[in-house]
């Protein structure tokens, strides 16, 4: 019997499509690595969404479209600092009523005195959960930007609004500040490793209140640590699930064998955290 012919397409490990034209291949910066992702186009672009852990869809159409930039890798656009800044007064804002325990929880009774204690929380979050959620977002921009490919924080202002309004009436955070929106051509190793980072960080983070805490249990100190160490270990966890657009499906599609590691070691800093402190403490 003759051998029948297959017809099927060549496996590829590119998991995005170039969102821009094939005209020009200018590189992102220095140590581009990817196969020259960087197109010029006029119009509008599609930018892919990533690593939103609340964003409900996955592409964001750009008018006027991003702006290539060709200088340090380190750089940041005014857009981008602009938004960063937002979601983060925004996020601590959140926090701030999720402490009083929203209109639900009685937080209005307080009277005057939220005049103080509001801003007082407001500070706490700023400084206990405001890296968790900043260096978490830089972690993915830096290693695609590692990669070649565009990488950019922009804030969800409905996710904001809505996050902050939730907190203030329920005492609930549920937030979708923003995302690191990434284009450019990635293989799928390349891809888990730019969602891995963001969780990576927290680890790192965590790792590094853990023996601040130990040392410093009590008074203010101890406090912003340990809600740093809260912050970091709940970030972490979340966002590796495997579903949506979160970090850990694109990980578990990259590396299953990461995926449960990270999963696994993220679920155990959570229970050290928040359920059996004394495991910590020795």
Excluded at 47 to 73: E, I, K
Excluded at 242 to 250: A, I, N, Q, S, V
Aim: hydrophobic share 50%.
């Amino acid at each position: 019997m003759a051998a029948m012919k297959d017809s099927r397409i060549p496996r590829t490990d590119l998991v995005e499509d170039d969102p821009f034209s094939k005209s020009v291949r200018p590189t992102s910066h220095s140590k581009v690595r990817d196969d020259g992702n960087w197109r010029k186009q006029t119009g509008t672009r599609v930018v892919q969404v990533q690593f939103s852990p609340f964003n409900q869809g996955y592409t964001q159409a750009y008018r006027p479209a991003p702006v290539l930039h060709t200088g340090s890798f380190w750089h940041f656009s005014k857009t981008e600092i602009r938004d960063l800044t937002i979601s983060l007064a925004a996020f601590s804002l959140g926090l701030s009523f999720m402490f009083h325990g929203g209109i639900l929880g009685g937080m209005l009774k307080l009277g005057s005195s939220l005049l103080i204690s509001v801003p007082l929380f407001f500070l706490l979050g700023l400084v206990a959960f405001g890296p968790a959620f900043i260096i978490h977002e830089l972690a993915h921009k830096f290693v695609a930007r590692h990669y070649g490919c565009w990488a950019e924080f922009r804030a969800d202002p409905a996710g904001l609004k809505t996050g902050v309004a939730i907190a203030f009436f329920i005492g609930f955070l549920f937030m979708a500040p923003g995302a690191v929106m990434v284009a450019g051509n990635v293989n799928r190793r390349q891809n888990g490793m730019i969602a891995l980072a963001g969780p990576a960080s927290n680890l790192i983070l965590w790792g590094i209140g853990l023996p601040a805490y130990i040392l410093i249990q009590n008074g203010i100190l101890g406090t912003i640590v340990f809600y740093w160490m809260v912050a970091n270990s709940i970030l972490g966890a979340f966002n590796m699930l495997p579903f949506g657009p979160l970090d850990g499906r694109k990980i578990k599609d990259w590396s299953a064998p990461v995926f449960w590691s990270f999963l696994s070691i993220f679920l155990g800093l959570v229970y050290l955290t928040l359920i059996d402190k004394s495991i910590l403490l020795g």
